[in-house]
């Protein structure tokens, strides 16, 4: 039972075309998954932005209430002051309003604080808005882009996987049952040239007996990996 050599390393050749538009093929979701996971992530942050200018808001305006509270409430004292009917009714009133202006002072400071940090949430969060527009349409962008690649890659797999079969049919009956079962097991990996006696799959040393076989046009494989061997053109 002769093979050609021409024909394995054909149907080696399409083999790695075929192993090699797969993987193409199969790479553009894993990518566009990146990009999903980039923007969803991109979402989050701006969502966590978003709630952190909210809540420093929300606590900036606690604070404007709580100090408009404490002003009435000076003026109210400052009322009791002047109808104040003793000066240690007097001095206690000042000391009331005293302190009452003093907490006031703090929360001021407090409030001022809390609107710029404000004004520095919101300049991050437009960042953040930023970089979700941008992931959003580089997704976007990119899964067009693997659409259309995808075609033309599916188009050329049909093609070899046409020219595969074609090959195939050349082969001996006897032999095909082997060759199939090493490619299910293997795929482009089961086959492999033979050069001065080494196997170019693993690197091994090839017994002289199978070199000789090898030259005489019978199918082997190799006994280190497994491969099905053919001599250099």
Do not use: W
């Amino acid at each position: 039972m002769a093979v050609s050599a021409e024909l394995l390393r054909l149907l080696h050749r399409i083999h790695q075309q075929l192993a090699d538009l797969q993987e193409r093929l199969a790479r553009g979701p894993r990518q566009i998954a990146v990009r999903q996971a980039n923007a969803a992530e991109a979402e989050q942050a701006l969502a966590a932005a978003q709630q952190a200018v909210k809540q420093t808001k929300m606590a900036a305006d606690r604070k404007q209430l709580d100090l408009k509270s404490s002003e009435n409430k000076i003026g109210d004292l400052k009322v009791k002051l002047n109808g104040a009917s003793s000066n240690k009714e007097f001095h206690a009133l000042q000391e009331q309003i005293a302190a009452s202006e003093m907490a006031n002072s703090v929360l001021a400071d407090e409030i001022l604080e809390a609107l710029e940090k404000v004004d520095q949430l919101e300049v991050e969060a437009a960042e953040a808005r930023r970089q979700l527009d941008a992931s959003r349409t580089e997704l976007a962008t990119f899964r067009d882009r693997v659409a259309g690649e995808a075609e033309g890659l599916q188009a050329e797999v049909e093609r070899l996987m046409r020219e595969l079969a074609d090959a195939e049919k050349r082969l001996p009956a006897e032999f095909r049952d082997d060759y199939q079962r090493v490619i299910r097991g293997k795929g482009a990996d089961g086959m492999a040239g033979a050069e001065d006696g080494v196997c170019l799959g693993c690197g091994q040393q090839i017994p002289i007996n199978v070199q000789n076989l090898l030259l005489l046009g019978d199918p082997v494989r190799c006994r280190s990996c497994g491969r099905i061997l053919y001599p250099p053109e």
